[in-house]
């Protein structure tokens, strides 16, 4: 019995250390209120090791991850908040400016082993919140939905990079319709609505998320998004076909922006009191769903959007 126990031990302590020793959480901070400055951070997936890695007077936020790369929006050497895309190591060094397409402020994806990343961007006044295709070589883009006045947010590649899957609107500027997640082939075809908010739910305000930026379970298949249902932001989730959707976590604090692990072992979770007060960010071992704080107030009142990293 003390062997078996023992053995037991052991095998849960090598689950904990994979996930320390697997992967980075990077995450955006406000360092300075007054000046608008944001810098992207990493620690260790025990909250250990916070550092700063971009530290430039910028705004500059992360939204995704390939491998050990991670890629940010920032508005250095432009314009206040005009944000362009970069990637840099998971250190902080080789940062690099990978195209002149302007963005919107957005949660995007890569697929073809990092090559294209999708976002949503904008060539003009009037040509916004498009998604577009960016070749992160070269920095050439490619306008992948072409609809005037329509809002498109928060692109997702399907684990095969076949299909994308986002949040949509047809007139962004309409306050009285809210976004809903669809998922289309990367062509534009065969787009499909995959939620629907509760139209007889009026506790949100027109500027939340209905269907907040999608991530995907890779390990269980199915899609996730925060949604401020019934007085408070929750992450739900949806399977691919739409056919199965579902209330996914039960946490006493609103959750916000999150990530899955690259093996779906672990959530990471944005979340934050009902007076936003703290915004900090936790780890969610998701098959015992224990939920651990890696992050201190003391650092920042924001501390906001995990992604994992791979070392």
């Known amino acids: 019995m003390k062997i078996g126990i023992a053995f037991l031990l052991m095998c849960l302590l090598a689950v904990a250390v994979t996930a320390q020793s697997d992967y980075l959480i990077a995450y955006n901070v406000l360092v300075d209120g007054e000046k608008d400055d944001y810098d992207v951070f990493v620690m ?3 909250g250990s090791g916070r550092r700063n890695v971009t530290n430039n007077p910028d705004v500059a936020w992360t939204y995704y991850a390939y491998k050990d790369r991670i890629f940010f929006i920032s508005d250095r050497d432009t314009c206040k908040r005009c944000y362009y895309l970069y990637s840099m190591e998971s250190d902080g060094t080789g940062v ?38 960016i070749d992160v070589e070269s920095g050439n883009f490619e306008q992948l939905t072409h609809e ?4 498109h947010r928060d692109p997702l590649f399907s684990p095969d ?8 609107k047809p ?23 995959l939620t629907r908010y509760p139209m007889n739910d009026k506790t949100s305000k ?4 209905h269907a907040g930026p999608p991530r995907w379970n890779r390990k269980e298949n199915f899609i996730t998004y925060q949604s401020v249902q019934n007085g408070k932001s929750s992450l739900y989730a949806v399977t691919p076909d739409g056919k199965k959707q579902w209330k996914l976590t039960e946490n006493r ?14 959530l990471a979770i944005e979340m934050y009191d009902d007076k936003n007060t703290e915004f900090g960010i936790y780890l969610m071992n998701w098959k015992t769903k224990k939920v651990k704080k890696l992050t201190d107030p003391k650092d920042s009142k924001y ?9």
């Open 44 to 46: 260790k997936t025990d």
């Open 96 to 133: 690099r400016k990978i195209s002149n397409l302007r963005l919107e402020d957005s949660w995007m994806s890569a697929r073809n082993d990092g090559s294209q990343i999708v976002v949503t961007g904008r060539t003009s006044s009037i040509n916004r919140r498009q998604l577009f295709l």
């Open 148 to 151: 005037a006045g329509a809002m």
């Open 161 to 168: 990079g076949k299909q994308i899957v986002f949040a949509y």
């Open 171 to 193: 007139d962004a500027s309409d306050r009285t319709v809210y976004d809903d997640l669809y998922i289309m082939d990367t062509d534009g075809k065969n787009r499909k609505r």
């Open 206 to 209: 027109w500027h939340n998320y």
């Open 253 to 266: 604090l609103n959750e916000g922006w999150h990530d899955w692990s690259p093996d779906g072992k672990w």
């Open 303 to 311: 501390q906001q959007a995990p992604v994992f990293v791979q070392k």
